[in-house]
């Protein structure tokens, strides 16, 4: 079974709006720190947002003020609330625990912002 599984990217305008989801499968995702990253070709990967066990945020200065990331413990779901898209968030999107391990990257999910 895959343990983290993104959804919700696609393509957008610049200054539209998208919400990630990330299901998670086991019990070690809802208590941990998770976290959305985002990488492009020929970058590194790259964490944009970060929630911890009791609920505390931190954000990449890149997206402060835009993103926001949440979490549905019961649901095991870890969520990120994009607004005011730029076209340099386009990337694919991954959720991962924070720090990220290199046996829960998913396929993630491409996010293009686009006129």
């Known amino acids: 079974q895959v343990p983290l599984v993104e959804s919700g990217g696609g393509l957008v305008q610049p200054g539209g709006s998208l919400r990630l989801s990330c299901a998670a499968s086991?019990?070690?995702?809802?208590?941990?720190?998770m976290g959305w990253y985002r990488q492009t070709p020929g970058n590194e990967r790259e964490l944009v947002a970060g929630?911890?066990?009791?609920?505390?945020?931190n954000y990449a200065d890149s997206v402060k003020g835009r993103f926001t990331i949440s979490r549905d413990r019961g649901k095991n779901m870890v969520y990120l609330q994009m607004d005011s898209l730029k076209p340099e968030d386009t990337a694919v999107y991954y959720c991962?625990?924070?720090?990220?391990?290199?046996?829960?990257w998913g396929q993630g999910t491409q996010v293009t912002v686009s006129s």
């Open positions: 991962n625990t924070n720090p990220g391990r290199d046996s829960f």
């Open positions: 086991g019990i070690i995702f809802r208590f941990a720190s």
């Open positions: 929630i911890t066990n009791g609920g505390d945020t």
